[in-house]
């Protein structure tokens, strides 16, 4: 088994890159992960051929960190089906007890309430974002 980030084949250290979501509401997706979240707009691609806008959003660098790509396809006008495979995005705060209480103020659904994983020390709530998904808020000093 390899040690760190080296790959079994040995050719190299690997990384993930980012994670995609496809959002029906663009606006409403980059309001939340920013003004709520406090992510920042990386860069923002138009593809009008394909008729899709791409918007990657993250705490810092994409050459540094795991950041989140939205995908907003002009024509979808239904929502997505989240599917059953998905499970929920992972985020790190300071203090989840205050995230709560500063996302509740701003309107987020708090779909658990903050505090400990059944049988363990780490703290944890989970929030919805525009579409529904699903977000772990992880208070990171509390990490096994």
């Not at 790959?7 to 003004?35: C, E, P, Q, W």
């Not at 899709?52 to 979808?76: A, K």
């Not at 709560?100 to 708090?110: M, N």
Request: some cysteine.
């Amino acid at each position: 088994m390899p040690s760190g980030t080296e790959t079994s084949a040995g050719i190299g250290k690997n990384r993930l890159l980012h994670t995609m979501v496809r959002v029906r509401d663009l606006d409403a997706a980059v309001d939340f992960y920013t003004g709520k979240m406090g992510m920042h707009v990386l860069r923002k691609r138009e593809a009008p051929e394909g008729r899709y806008t791409n918007v990657f959003l993250g705490y810092g660098s994409e050459r540094e960190i795991t950041v989140l790509e939205l995908t907003y396809n002009w024509d979808q006008k239904e929502p997505y089906e989240l599917g059953a495979a998905f499970g929920h995005l992972a985020i790190g705060v300071e203090d989840v007890y205050e995230a709560c209480k500063r996302l509740a103020a701003a309107g987020v659904k708090i779909t658990r309430q903050p505090g400990p994983v059944q049988f363990g020390k780490t703290l944890i709530a989970f929030i919805e974002d525009p579409d529904g998904r699903k977000i772990e808020l992880i208070q990171e000093d509390t990490l096994p």
